[in-house]
Protein backbone atom coordinates (compact mmCIF):
# COMPACT_ATOMS: atom_id res chain seq x y z
CA UNK A 1 0.00 0.00 0.00
CA UNK A 2 1.08 3.75 -0.62
CA UNK A 3 1.22 6.60 2.11
CA UNK A 4 1.74 9.58 1.70
CA UNK A 5 2.28 12.14 4.95
CA UNK A 6 2.47 16.06 4.83
CA UNK A 7 3.43 17.19 8.06
CA UNK A 8 2.50 20.86 8.17
CA UNK A 9 -1.06 21.57 8.08
CA UNK A 10 -0.23 25.04 7.51
CA UNK A 11 3.11 27.38 6.86
CA UNK A 12 3.36 31.06 6.12
CA UNK A 13 5.98 32.74 4.19
CA UNK A 14 6.92 36.40 3.80
CA UNK A 15 6.42 37.42 -0.21
CA UNK A 16 9.82 37.20 -2.19
CA UNK A 17 11.27 34.38 0.45
CA UNK A 18 11.55 30.53 0.13
CA UNK A 19 9.98 27.82 1.49
CA UNK A 20 9.74 24.13 1.61
CA UNK A 21 6.55 22.52 1.83
CA UNK A 22 7.49 18.52 3.70
CA UNK A 23 6.40 15.01 2.07
CA UNK A 24 7.43 11.85 2.88
CA UNK A 25 5.97 8.86 1.45
CA UNK A 26 6.33 5.02 2.06
CA UNK A 27 6.12 2.36 -0.98
CA UNK A 28 7.15 -1.07 -1.28
CA UNK A 29 7.64 -0.90 -4.68
CA UNK A 30 11.07 0.29 -6.95
CA UNK A 31 9.14 2.13 -9.33
CA UNK A 32 6.91 5.06 -8.57
CA UNK A 33 6.22 8.67 -9.22
CA UNK A 34 6.16 11.94 -6.97
CA UNK A 35 3.86 14.64 -7.89
CA UNK A 36 2.98 17.97 -6.34
CA UNK A 37 -0.57 20.15 -7.36
CA UNK A 38 -1.53 23.50 -6.27
CA UNK A 39 -5.74 24.18 -5.49
CA UNK A 40 -6.07 28.05 -5.11
CA UNK A 41 -8.94 28.68 -2.99
CA UNK A 42 -11.20 28.78 -6.57
CA UNK A 43 -10.65 24.60 -6.78
CA UNK A 44 -8.98 23.44 -8.95
CA UNK A 45 -6.31 21.51 -8.99
CA UNK A 46 -3.02 22.02 -11.20
CA UNK A 47 -0.07 20.23 -11.79
CA UNK A 48 3.03 21.58 -10.78
CA UNK A 49 6.10 19.26 -10.79
CA UNK A 50 6.61 15.26 -10.99
CA UNK A 51 9.65 13.57 -9.79
CA UNK A 52 10.61 10.05 -10.98
CA UNK A 53 11.84 7.30 -8.44
CA UNK A 54 14.93 6.70 -10.96
CA UNK A 55 15.53 10.49 -12.00
CA UNK A 56 19.02 10.99 -10.68
CA UNK A 57 18.61 14.52 -10.36
CA UNK A 58 15.93 16.50 -8.55
CA UNK A 59 12.77 17.86 -10.59
CA UNK A 60 12.87 21.93 -11.50
CA UNK A 61 10.10 23.61 -13.08
CA UNK A 62 10.64 27.20 -12.84
CA UNK A 63 10.18 28.58 -9.39
CA UNK A 64 9.32 24.76 -7.82
CA UNK A 65 11.78 22.18 -7.31
CA UNK A 66 11.20 19.18 -5.67
CA UNK A 67 14.06 18.30 -3.16
CA UNK A 68 14.03 14.27 -3.73
CA UNK A 69 16.06 11.94 -0.98
CA UNK A 70 15.38 8.29 -1.69
CA UNK A 71 16.65 7.05 1.44
CA UNK A 72 15.08 8.79 3.30
CA UNK A 73 11.66 8.76 1.24
CA UNK A 74 11.19 12.19 1.08
CA UNK A 75 9.93 14.45 -1.51
CA UNK A 76 10.00 18.46 -0.40
CA UNK A 77 8.54 21.45 -2.59
CA UNK A 78 10.69 23.99 -2.89
CA UNK A 79 9.47 27.24 -3.71
CA UNK A 80 11.45 29.94 -4.72
CA UNK A 81 11.14 33.80 -4.85
CA UNK A 82 7.33 33.25 -2.70
CA UNK A 83 4.62 35.41 -4.99
CA UNK A 84 1.52 36.45 -3.29
CA UNK A 85 -0.25 34.01 -6.17
CA UNK A 86 1.28 30.86 -4.58
CA UNK A 87 -1.18 30.93 -1.23
CA UNK A 88 -2.81 27.91 -1.73
CA UNK A 89 -3.30 24.47 -0.58
CA UNK A 90 -0.49 21.75 -1.91
CA UNK A 91 -0.93 18.71 -2.43
CA UNK A 92 1.90 15.66 -2.90
CA UNK A 93 1.06 12.69 -4.85
CA UNK A 94 2.67 9.46 -5.72
CA UNK A 95 1.30 6.86 -7.73
CA UNK A 96 3.82 3.19 -7.89
CA UNK A 97 4.64 0.13 -9.87
CA UNK A 98 2.53 -1.28 -12.70
CA UNK A 99 -0.72 -0.27 -11.51
CA UNK A 100 0.04 3.44 -12.04
CA UNK A 101 -3.48 3.94 -12.08
CA UNK A 102 -4.02 5.13 -8.88
CA UNK A 103 -2.74 8.63 -7.56
CA UNK A 104 -2.52 8.72 -3.81
CA UNK A 105 -2.79 11.81 -2.27
CA UNK A 106 -1.54 13.54 1.34
CA UNK A 107 -3.92 15.90 3.04
CA UNK A 108 -1.86 18.62 1.79
CA UNK A 109 -0.26 22.09 3.22
CA UNK A 110 -1.56 25.44 3.13
CA UNK A 111 0.45 27.77 2.15
CA UNK A 112 0.18 31.49 3.25
CA UNK A 113 1.96 34.47 1.51
CA UNK A 114 2.15 37.22 3.42
CA UNK A 115 3.17 40.93 1.95
CA UNK B 1 -10.15 26.78 -24.10
CA UNK B 2 -9.45 24.14 -20.97
CA UNK B 3 -8.42 20.43 -21.78
CA UNK B 4 -10.51 18.80 -19.40
CA UNK B 5 -13.63 20.37 -18.43
CA UNK B 6 -16.59 19.12 -16.12
CA UNK B 7 -20.49 20.16 -16.11
CA UNK B 8 -21.92 21.56 -13.99
CA UNK B 9 -19.37 23.51 -12.05
CA UNK B 10 -22.16 23.94 -9.26
CA UNK B 11 -25.17 21.81 -8.26
CA UNK B 12 -27.28 21.66 -5.26
CA UNK B 13 -29.75 18.74 -5.24
CA UNK B 14 -32.24 16.76 -3.06
CA UNK B 15 -31.41 13.61 -1.16
CA UNK B 16 -32.89 10.56 -3.51
CA UNK B 17 -32.35 12.75 -6.44
CA UNK B 18 -30.01 10.91 -9.46
CA UNK B 19 -27.36 12.88 -10.60
CA UNK B 20 -24.76 13.07 -13.65
CA UNK B 21 -21.43 14.93 -13.55
CA UNK B 22 -19.76 15.01 -17.00
CA UNK B 23 -16.54 14.84 -18.36
CA UNK B 24 -14.97 16.12 -21.60
CA UNK B 25 -11.16 16.19 -22.47
CA UNK B 26 -9.51 17.37 -25.36
CA UNK B 27 -6.09 16.48 -24.41
CA UNK B 28 -6.37 12.95 -26.46
CA UNK B 29 -5.56 10.74 -22.71
CA UNK B 30 -6.53 7.03 -22.93
CA UNK B 31 -7.28 7.23 -19.41
CA UNK B 32 -9.62 9.41 -17.28
CA UNK B 33 -10.60 9.44 -13.49
CA UNK B 34 -13.27 10.54 -11.04
CA UNK B 35 -12.39 11.43 -7.29
CA UNK B 36 -13.98 13.07 -4.23
CA UNK B 37 -12.45 15.64 -2.24
CA UNK B 38 -13.46 16.28 1.21
CA UNK B 39 -12.31 18.53 3.61
CA UNK B 40 -9.23 17.20 5.40
CA UNK B 41 -8.78 14.04 3.70
CA UNK B 42 -7.49 14.83 0.25
CA UNK B 43 -8.32 13.36 -2.77
CA UNK B 44 -9.73 9.87 -3.17
CA UNK B 45 -10.27 7.79 -6.16
CA UNK B 46 -13.87 6.72 -7.28
CA UNK B 47 -13.74 4.94 -10.56
CA UNK B 48 -11.31 5.62 -13.29
CA UNK B 49 -10.95 3.96 -17.12
CA UNK B 50 -8.04 3.03 -19.30
CA UNK B 51 -9.96 3.34 -22.42
CA UNK B 52 -13.66 2.85 -23.60
CA UNK B 53 -13.96 -0.40 -22.89
CA UNK B 54 -12.35 -0.56 -19.20
CA UNK B 55 -13.65 0.68 -16.26
CA UNK B 56 -12.59 -0.08 -12.91
CA UNK B 57 -13.23 1.03 -9.28
CA UNK B 58 -11.79 2.56 -7.48
CA UNK B 59 -11.63 2.98 -3.07
CA UNK B 60 -14.50 4.54 -2.70
CA UNK B 61 -17.64 3.48 -5.73
CA UNK B 62 -20.13 2.50 -3.28
CA UNK B 63 -23.36 4.70 -4.13
CA UNK B 64 -21.68 5.66 -7.80
CA UNK B 65 -21.43 4.14 -11.29
CA UNK B 66 -19.85 5.53 -14.48
CA UNK B 67 -20.04 5.44 -18.31
CA UNK B 68 -17.18 5.96 -20.69
CA UNK B 69 -19.07 7.01 -23.34
CA UNK B 70 -16.20 7.92 -25.78
CA UNK B 71 -12.56 8.67 -25.31
CA UNK B 72 -13.23 11.86 -24.24
CA UNK B 73 -16.31 11.76 -22.50
CA UNK B 74 -16.67 10.41 -18.83
CA UNK B 75 -19.49 10.46 -16.73
CA UNK B 76 -20.36 10.10 -13.35
CA UNK B 77 -24.00 9.00 -11.40
CA UNK B 78 -25.07 9.18 -8.23
CA UNK B 79 -28.44 6.81 -8.61
CA UNK B 80 -30.27 8.21 -5.46
CA UNK B 81 -28.07 11.02 -3.93
CA UNK B 82 -27.27 11.33 -0.11
CA UNK B 83 -26.41 13.93 2.24
CA UNK B 84 -22.52 12.36 2.67
CA UNK B 85 -21.95 12.79 -1.13
CA UNK B 86 -21.53 16.41 -0.22
CA UNK B 87 -18.38 17.16 -1.80
CA UNK B 88 -16.12 18.44 -4.96
CA UNK B 89 -15.49 16.11 -7.57
CA UNK B 90 -13.09 15.94 -10.20
CA UNK B 91 -11.93 14.25 -13.47
CA UNK B 92 -8.80 13.81 -14.42
CA UNK B 93 -6.86 12.61 -17.19
CA UNK B 94 -3.53 11.06 -18.25
CA UNK B 95 -1.87 9.28 -20.78
CA UNK B 96 -0.95 5.86 -21.38
CA UNK B 97 2.71 5.58 -19.92
CA UNK B 98 4.75 4.50 -17.27
CA UNK B 99 5.87 6.13 -13.54
CA UNK B 100 9.30 6.55 -14.84
CA UNK B 101 9.29 8.47 -17.89
CA UNK B 102 6.18 10.73 -16.11
CA UNK B 103 3.71 9.91 -18.82
CA UNK B 104 0.71 9.52 -16.09
CA UNK B 105 0.97 13.02 -14.90
CA UNK B 106 -3.09 13.26 -14.17
CA UNK B 107 -4.31 16.88 -15.03
CA UNK B 108 -7.42 18.09 -13.61
CA UNK B 109 -10.74 19.46 -14.61
CA UNK B 110 -12.04 22.41 -12.28
CA UNK B 111 -14.07 20.21 -10.22
CA UNK B 112 -17.68 20.19 -9.14
CA UNK B 113 -19.32 21.20 -6.15
CA UNK B 114 -22.06 19.06 -5.17
CA UNK B 115 -24.20 19.75 -2.22
CA UNK B 116 -26.79 17.11 -1.61
CA UNK B 117 -29.94 18.30 1.13
Known amino acids: AQKITQTQPGMFVQEKEAVTLDCTYD???????LFWYKQPSSGEMIFLIY??????QNATEGRYSLNFQKARKSANLVISASQLGDSAMYFC????????????FGKGTLLTVNP | DADVTQTPRNRITKTGKRIMLECSQT?????MYWYRQDPGLGLRLIYY???????NKGEISDGYSVSRQAQAKFSLSLESAIPNQTALYFC????????????????FGPGTRLTVL
Open chain 2, 92 to 107: ATSPLGTAERGHDTQY
Open chain 1, 27 to 33: TSDQSYG
Open chain 1, 51 to 56: QGSYDE
Open chain 1, 93 to 104: AMNSGGSNYKLT
Open chain 2, 27 to 31: KGHDR
Open chain 2, 49 to 55: SFDVKDI
